[in-house]
DNA sequence: CTGGATGCAAACTCTTTGCACGGAG
DNA sequence: CTCCGTGCAAAGAGTTTGCATCCAG
């Protein structure tokens, strides 16, 4: 569900409120490749003509996370990204130098991993974080 | 390097100051094997009868890191974490509901994804961050 | 109308910086 | 005696909360 139109439907149906917001926040989220932190959330609306305090962005990405459309991302920098929630479990790859990320998916992913560590540590693995930093093409 | 005194040793041969809260604070990172956080640093220099000013937590800490004792770990909470930086690279697993850290070392860690990612994204791979989040034996 | 959505200001947490004082070598 | 190390206060950055107002349904 990587379209605005169809998440906006589902968000409508449940008795969620339409607001001109909620609609661009949407777009701008279904229209970015790489996870955006709030602040950048922002900004993208603001180019739109939707101008937003800050709280709002936050809440806003909370409602969505919330209802599952958004999740968080976090690349070690203390900035909390977001993307829209993708159907198919992927990884990024980080430019340490212009910040430009790459979705990547893994072959097997690390399913074997995660069972080998369960059975060694007795944890119930319910998920990962991993991503990768790097040069990219450009920058080296 | 998981000795305190060795450590220690090092620093002191390096010209550095052998002051009370450096070698508190290496032997504390020296006896947790699990990564702290700055404040949780203090909080373990104080059990130890030295009180710190939180300023200097974070510039001993930098120092630290610096010199190459100690590195940064991301669980993605907003809050740093260290642990003395071990000659294998390992990993974590955390359980998410009493923060209990397992380490982990993988069989082959991520080399042959790394260099399947490099191939495709044309990125130079520097480094990964990978955390595994669960339930640990006696939470689940 | 009514409750969810929004804005503003202020609070909060973690971390960093400026400046003056203190202590290790 | 010299600098590195330290403390205190204040500033920053990102994020959250309280409260009054606004607007979609």
Redesign the pocket.
């Known amino acids: 569900m990587k379209n605005a139109k169809d998440i906006l439907a589902v968000l409508?149906a449940s008795g969620?409120?339409?607001?001109?917001?909620?609609i661009a926040a949407v777009e701008v989220f279904a229209g970015n490749a790489a996870p955006i932190?709030?602040?950048q959330l922002g900004a993208a609306l603001a180019r739109r003509g939707v101008?937003?305090?800050?709280?709002?962005l936050?809440?806003?990405i909370?409602?969505l996370a919330g209802k599952g459309f958004v999740e968080e991302i976090d690349f070690g920098d203390?900035?909390?990204r977001y993307e829209l929630k993708d159907a198919g479990h992927h990884h990024h790859v980080v430019c340490v130098r212009c910040d430009r990320v790459v979705d990547v998916d893994l072959d097997r992913d690390l399913d074997s991993q995660e069972k080998a560590i369960a059975q060694k540590t007795k944890f119930t693995i319910l998920r990962h974080s991993l991503e990768f930093f790097g040069l990219c093409a450009s920058c080296k």
Chains 1, 2 share one sequence.
Request: aromatic residues 8%.
């Open positions: 409508k969620s409120k339409m607001t001109r917001v909620r932190t709030a602040l101008d937003v305090n800050k709280t709002t936050y809440r806003e909370a409602f203390r900035v909390t």
